[in-house]
């Protein structure tokens, strides 16, 4: 079955560093997603991506956050400058574009990545 | 975006069904229900989405009150594997709209299966 694979699945990082994390979405999937989840919080909306622009982001990806699909296969979520409070688990999703043949509207995520700030 | 509500925390033995209700007063005529679960260190996983009609399908089935008002997500034998935080997702259908696949996810249920 195709899944979302992610990488690093944890990074320790120093507050001020620059931080990339990797995402292999579902081959044929034309819709990308970032979400992170802060330990014992909820699962929180990051931005989406579509036809290599960003869709919708929320309050949280602020200047400091970029996404990028640099070649057919990646989709990166970049942290410029790491706080303490970007600690989290970073779940990298994708799916089928409205109406796309085979829509569900179902999202697939990866098994996330951890980011450690220190 | 409309919001629902689930209770904190379920419980139930192997081998047994399992109901999992969902308050959602404030849907829209257009809302999806989706609901996704999430087992321990990983990430969310879909189980099953429908709008009207009761939905079936090999994870789970979906009972939608004539209403919409409310949900169940009906697990016919839960095993260990389930327990998990089952989350309850109203997903506007503005199907090409920018917000496409932005989920708002709440606590959620936390489900505990007993042996």
């Known amino acids: 079955e195709p899944e979302v694979t992610q990488t690093p699945s944890h990074q320790v990082t120093q507050m001020g560093q620059e931080v990339i994390l990797r995402c292999v979405p579902i081959?044929?999937?034309?819709?990308f997603y970032w979400y992170r989840q802060i330990l014992g919080q909820k699962v929180e909306f990051l931005v989406s991506f579509y036809n290599n622009e960003i869709s919708e982001k929320s309050e949280i990806f602020d200047d400091q956050f970029s996404v990028e699909r640099p070649d057919g296969s990646n989709f990166t979520l970049k942290i410029r400058s790491t706080k303490l409070e970007d600690s989290a688990m970073y779940f990298c999703?994708?799916?089928?574009?409205?109406?796309?043949?085979?829509?569900?509207?179902?999202?697939?995520f990866g098994e996330g990545s951890r980011l450690t700030v220190l | 975006d409309a919001k629902t509500t689930q209770p904190n925390s379920m419980e139930s033995n192997e081998e047994e069904p399992v109901h999992l209700p969902c308050n959602h007063s404030?849907?829209?005529?257009?809302?999806?229900i989706h609901w996704y679960r999430q087992l321990p260190s990983q990430g969310p996983e879909y189980v099953i989405h429908?709008?009207?009609s009761n939905v079936n399908n090999r994870m789970a089935s979906l009972a939608i009150a004539e209403d919409r008002k409310s949900s169940t997500l009906i697990l016919h034998r839960a095993t260990l594997r389930d327990a998990a935080v089952y989350y309850c997702i109203l997903r506007p259908s503005n199907a090409g709209g920018t917000s496409y696949g932005k989920l708002t996810f709440g606590q959620g249920t936390i489900l505990t299966v007993h042996p």
């Open positions: 404030t849907i829209s005529g257009t809302d999806y």
């Open positions: 081959s044929n999937h034309l819709y």
């Open positions: 999703a994708s799916s089928h574009s409205p109406g796309q043949g085979e829509d569900t509207g179902e999202l697939f």
């Open positions: 429908g709008l009207t």
